[in-house]
C-alpha cells in the first residue's frame, strides 16, 4: 500500500488586497445602466464569496458626475450566510445612496424618469432576493 498526497487547492478562495478590501473583479456583479439628458446612472451591486458560505457585499452608484461606492471588506457587520442575503444588503444600500443623492446630483428632476427606472430595478433584484430566500427556507418544510 503506497501513500499518496492530495492536493488541496487553496487558491480557489480570494484574498484581500493590502488594504483590506477584495477585488471587485472576483466578485458577481449585478449591473444597472442608463443614460438620460444630464449624465450616466449607474449601479453596480457586487457579491463574493469569501470562504465557503460566507459572502459579502459592496455597491458602486454612480450618479451624473457623482460616485459613491461602499467597500467590499469583511467586517462584523458584512457577512451573509446566503449569496441572496447579501445581493440585498447591496441593493439597499444603493436605494439609499440614490434617495440621499438624487438632488445634489443634479439629475433631478430632469432624469427622474431614469431614477426611476433605477429604482424599480432595485426593486426587482429585492423581490427576487425575497422569494429566493422565502423558497429556501421553506425547501423541506
Known sequence: MSRQQLNL????????????????????RQSFEQRCAKGRVGIDLLVLEVVPELYIQACDVQLGELREMTRLRLTPANRYATPEEALQAAARKAMRIIKAKRKASGL??????????????????????????????NLFG
Not at 12 to 17: A, D, G, I, T
Not at 20 to 28: E, I, P, R, T
Not at 128 to 133: A, E, M, N, R
Open 108 to 137: 433631478y428632476p430632469e432624469c427622474q424618469s431614469t431614477l426611476l427606472r433605477a429604482g424599480n430595478w432595485l426593486e426587482d433584484v429585492l423581490q427576487q432576493c425575497d422569494y429566493l430566500l422565502d423558497r429556501q427556507v
Open 9 to 28: 487547492s487553496l487558491d480557489r478562495w480570494p484574498v484581500p488586497l493590502d488594504g483590506g478590501d477584495y477585488d471587485a473583479a472576483h466578485a458577481h
